[in-house]
């Protein structure tokens, strides 16, 4: 056994010694875990009673989780709490000793991506198509990237909008500390300390800057919440379309869009309506692309985001794997008390930091911020903040620094309480633990929640604790109210029987009132209306396109944005999709299967996320695994599992479950990326065939250079390629044939350079019989290569119009 030194440990543990090094006295409840996770991470070892310890109450140390050896020194011991399915195994131990979780699948970056994005490797081959496809993407697209959290879902966006530059992107994000973050990371990348997130807590002359930037051409990115890009970055969004600046338009966190619904975000629906616009200013070709990015997505958020954000071509790249990190441990409690003691039980034990998720930050029936944050300060730890409904952007991003320790010693924090909003795309990798006090009202918000610890790849705790009184509060949050077909086909009639026709489309009166209501111009008979259109819309029974509130101020505070969607959103253009919609059983039958669908997903989502709670009859990653499978055109794309523990897997002694080899993206659709209108011309049917005499090394290069700079992407060959373009800020990535073929890939205008004694025949056949299905491809081979698809014919005879390369370089 061997016995440490208080300042040894510190040395271990940073978070430690930034909190000895501050002015105030260090409290027990706060020092003691942190002390006790080096421990368990050395293996159970002991601290020397020192006289930096000295004053800690025996019963302080006992309660935190250690056992006195002869007043000498304190030793950890194993937690293993009755309430929980320990089955031998510490809740904290394996995140204690941050156990490397996540399996290694970095890939070598392409050139393009490792200059704007300032990586070497790529994280995943998820990643690196991703990046690809939304770098290839041409006007109108619309490209949505299903990533696990910690993937660099950010690059992404990220690389395009820098590799654009001057051309213009729009980000929305659900956040505000979102959107600082996200600022924080692009001045880090681009070493440019502009201004980039507008939000509510900005000058007024800031706010008034980014806006007329964005109008003008000179602000390359904003980032924006959905409530501002529709209201007062609406116009100089527009006017950037109508000039052909606008490049990309991009959602982070997708996932909402659906999951938040048609009455708490409607921006999120109302930016699908000003994207349109947007696209409809757009010169032709200059149209912008619209990428969509989450950590999860299943077939009812799948089908909304395309429903919302159609594009001239879609394409969904899917590499969904279940998070390794988060051992899963839930306990139901039988009275609120019992949670308390618990919880705190929990903090004693567990490594920091933590983040503590509640339900509604006023509920008395559930946990709140306030009740949780009271009960850790009366056990003695003042490290902790409240991120709740109302808390300002800045208060969040202390919060964020604070517990990333990125600021002062006396800011630091061990523990954030907060609601589901907090920590959206959050960049602090080290979460060693997420403590859930209640009931989440879907599995997407559990698993999402769960996802913000373990960002770093090593081992974390998921751990639930909730009240039969939880899943009532969580029950009534699922069951969103939704009208019934009865009263939506009065309210349809009255709206329609208000409207008239502009501009090709029915604009409705959201005040529009039936016979029953008293106060038409209150916020129940506009949301009761607000709901029966979108429900229609849901059912594909008419399209809806908001207007922008009208006099939106610039110097608006984000709460405001949001009163402002509540209170001016009198009117609605809409677009009729059923000429029978006049006909009552017809309209009601439509609406009701479409309300049955919303209810349907929203009460299968509750009852997901219960089920996980209740216990299972298989491991939780499986059961998430078959939860996200997306059923799609080109069949279904699958989840893959990872399990990093679970009360099924630690039942039957089962080590945590970790891929050896990578996860390769899955896709379904496809996108528009076309070579120059000479190289079109030449490769009849998208197949062009050149063909050399002996070694001609200067003319290969200038044949590359050529058919790059004519909008050839992928480079494809046995053996790396040694001759790179010289073409200037052109993306093209190049790929080896095993590679190519071990993986799904983006299909994009591609020169193969065939030599058959470096693969084998069935390689080179597999591979263009896959490529034949892209855009265009180019084999560059010798004039007396045989064919690879059998016969005595040449390649040159059997991969369309054959050029010798002297020739076709004359013609490019």
């Not at 699922?478 to 029987?497: N, P, Q, V, Y």
């Not at 290969?700 to 494809?716: C, H, I, T």
Request: glycine share 6%; hydrophobic share 40%.
């Amino acid at each position: 056994m061997t016995t440490y030194s208080l300042r040894e440990i510190a040395q271990a543990w940073p978070r430690l010694a930034r909190r000895l090094k501050s002015s105030e006295q260090p409290r027990p409840a706060e020092i003691l875990p942190m002390i006790r996770s080096v421990l368990v991470a050395r293996g159970y070892q002991s601290v020397a009673d020192s006289s930096e310890l000295a004053a800690i109450p025996a019963v302080e140390w006992r309660a935190h989780g250690f056992v006195g050896e002869e007043g000498l020194s304190w030793r950890a011991v194993p937690w293993l709490p009755s309430w929980l399915d320990a089955q031998g195994s510490a809740p904290d131990e394996e995140a204690a000793r941050c156990s490397p979780r996540r399996p290694n699948w970095r890939l070598t970056a392409d050139r393009f991506y490792a200059s704007a994005a300032k990586r070497s490797d790529y994280l995943s081959p998820g990643q690196k198509a991703s990046v690809r496809a939304v770098s290839a993407a041409r006007g109108g697209d619309a490209v949505i990237c299903v990533l696990p959290t910690g993937s660099g879902k950010t690059d992404v966006i990220l690389t395009r909008a820098i590799g654009n530059r001057p051309r213009q992107t729009c980000l929305i994000v659900p956040t505000t500390a979102l959107a600082l973050d996200l600022e924080r990371r692009v001045r880090e990348l681009t070493g440019e300390q502009l201004l980039f997130a507008y939000h509510g807590e900005l000058t007024t002359s800031e706010k008034t800057e980014l806006a007329l930037r964005v109008r003008e051409g000179t602000q390359w990115l904003i980032i924006s919440s959905p409530e501002a890009a529709c209201t007062v970055l609406a116009r100089p969004l527009e006017v950037s379309a109508t000039e052909g600046r606008l490049d990309l338009l991009a959602i982070d966190e997708a996932h909402i869009v659906a999951e938040w619904g048609d009455a708490f975000r409607p921006a999120f629906q109302t930016f699908a309506g000003l994207r349109r616009r947007l696209l409809d200013l757009a010169p032709v070709g200059r149209k912008p692309v619209t990428v969509m990015l989450t950590a999860t997505l299943d077939d009812y958020g799948h089908e909304a985001l395309r429903r919302l954000f159609p594009g001239q071509r879609e394409l969904l790249i899917s590499a969904q794997v279940t998070r390794p990190e988060p051992a899963w441990w839930m306990s139901h409690c039988a009275t609120e008390e019992e949670k308390r003691e618990r919880f705190l039980e929990a903090c004693r034990h567990m490594p920091r930091p933590l983040i503590v998720y509640t339900s509604l930050h006023t509920s008395e029936d559930s946990t709140n911020v306030s009740t949780a944050l009271s009960w850790l300060r009366a056990a003695g730890l003042k490290a902790i903040a409240g991120v709740a409904g109302g808390v300002s952007a800045q208060a969040r991003q202390d919060a964020t620094r604070g517990l990333r320790l990125a600021g002062d010693l006396a800011k630091d924090l061990d523990i954030i309480v907060a609601t589901s909003a907090f920590g959206l795309g959050m960049d602090v990798p080290d979460v060693r633990g997420v403590i859930h006090l209640c009931v989440p009202e879907s599995v997407d918000r559990l698993y999402q929640e769960v996802g913000r610890s373990g960002r770093d790849g090593r081992a974390s705790v998921s751990m639930v604790l909730w009240t039969d009184s939880d899943a009532k509060v969580a029950q009534g949050m699922a069951e969103a109210r939704l009208i019934g077909d009865e009263k939506a086909w009065k309210r349809w009639r009255s709206m329609k029987s208000r409207g008239a026709i502009e501009d090709g489309m029915l604009k409705v009166d959201l005040t529009a009132p039936t016979e029953d209501v008293t106060y038409p111009w209150s916020d129940a008979n506009r949301y009761w209306n607000i709901q029966t259109l979108s429900a229609m819309d849901r059912a594909r029974m008419i399209s809806m396109e908001w207007p922008t509130p009208p006099d939106v101020p610039v110097d608006v505070t984000d709460e405001a944005l949001q009163e402002i969607f509540a209170t001016h959103r009198n009117t609605m253009s809409i677009r009729v999709q059923h000429s029978d919609l006049a006909d009552e059983a017809t309209f009601r039958q439509r609406f009701r299967d479409a309300q049955s669908q919303s209810r349907a997903a929203a009460t299968a989502s509750l009852e997901s996320a219960t089920k996980i709670l209740d216990g299972l009859d298989t491991c939780v990653n499986r059961y998430l695994a078959d939860h996200y499978r997306l059923s799609t055109v080109s069949g279904v794309l699958p989840t893959i599992r990872q399990c990093g523990g679970c009360p099924f897997c630690r039942a039957r002694r089962l080590p945590p479950a970790l891929l050896k080899h990578p996860v390769y993206p899955l896709f379904n659709g496809g996108l528009a990326a076309t070579a120059g209108p000479r190289l079109r011309h030449l490769a009849t049917e998208g197949r062009l065939c050149v063909w050399t005499e002996g070694f001609e090394p200067h003319a290969v290069q200038e044949l590359v250079n050529r058919l790059v700079s004519q909008g050839v992407m992928a480079l494809v060959a046995a053996e790396p390629w040694s001759l790179h373009p010289r073409a200037a800020r052109s993306i093209w990535w190049e790929d080896t044939v095993t590679n190519w073929l071990a993986s799904k890939n983006v299909l994009v205008p591609t020169l193969v350079r065939v030599d058959a004694g470096q693969s084998s025949a069935s390689e080179w056949a597999l591979l263009l019989t896959q490529l034949s299905r892209g855009p265009l491809t180019v084999v560059l081979c010798a004039r007396d290569e045989l064919s690879p698809f059998g016969g005595p014919a040449l390649l040159r005879e059997s991969w369309g119009p054959a050029y010798h390369i002297d020739h076709i370089l004359r013609r490019l």
